[in-house]
């Protein structure tokens, strides 16, 4: 009889024991899944420190929306156009005449002039590009460049055509190069006489 009250007893002891390190398991187990929480709470502690950086208004927008073209389109648009500055340094040029009358020519002749002109600048002087407002109207410029208070000339070479006969013309040469403003025009007149 005692031992079986004995026995009794151990398996109420064993029962009671494992019913409370089946409670302890459990405690210990909430406790592990609580553990992101907390960690989510430490990050959601921090993304504030981060708010408090000033912000860009435009960058808030970026944010909201995805970056793709749509987004950026309108700010491109709003945008001023880029302009293209000549590098390196600029001078300034100085036309002896800037204007030239032939007078009366004769069609399908060469008329020859040259333009004279002087570097009044302190940086030498680089002559891009020349260029007539026709075909009619062919420059030729120097390839070098020129000194300061240096002097050279642009030969331009004016040949009337058929269609150009009993009319005055006047012709343009653009002057392209490392002056400012960048390009400088010089003319050319004469009137064509009619075909014999």
Request: charged share 15%; aromatic share 6%.
């Amino acid at each position: 009889m005692t031992n079986k009250i004995t026995l009794g007893l151990v398996g109420v002891v064993l029962i009671i024991s494992v019913y409370n390190s089946v409670k302890i398991s459990n405690i210990k187990v909430e406790n592990v899944i609580e553990q992101p929480n907390r960690s989510n709470t430490v990050n959601n502690n921090v993304v504030p420190q981060q708010n408090n950086l000033p912000t860009n208004p435009n960058m808030e927008n970026l944010n909201a929306q995805p970056l793709n073209s749509a987004a950026i389109a309108p700010a491109q648009q709003n945008a001023s156009p880029v302009q293209a500055v000549s590098s390196g340094p600029t001078t300034s040029i100085q036309f002896k005449n800037e204007v030239h009358d032939f007078g009366n020519v004769d069609v399908e002749t060469e008329n020859k002039y040259s333009f004279e002109f002087v570097n009044t600048g302190t940086e030498p002087l680089s002559i891009t590009n020349a260029k007539g407002s026709c075909g009619c109207t062919v420059p030729d410029w120097p390839k070098y460049p020129i000194k300061p208070n240096e002097t050279a000339t642009i030969d331009v070479i004016f040949r009337p055509s058929k269609g150009q006969a009993g009319s005055p013309q006047e012709k343009t040469v653009t002057v392209e190069a490392n002056t400012e403003p960048k390009n400088t025009i010089v003319k050319i007149k004469a009137f064509v006489n009619a075909e014999k």
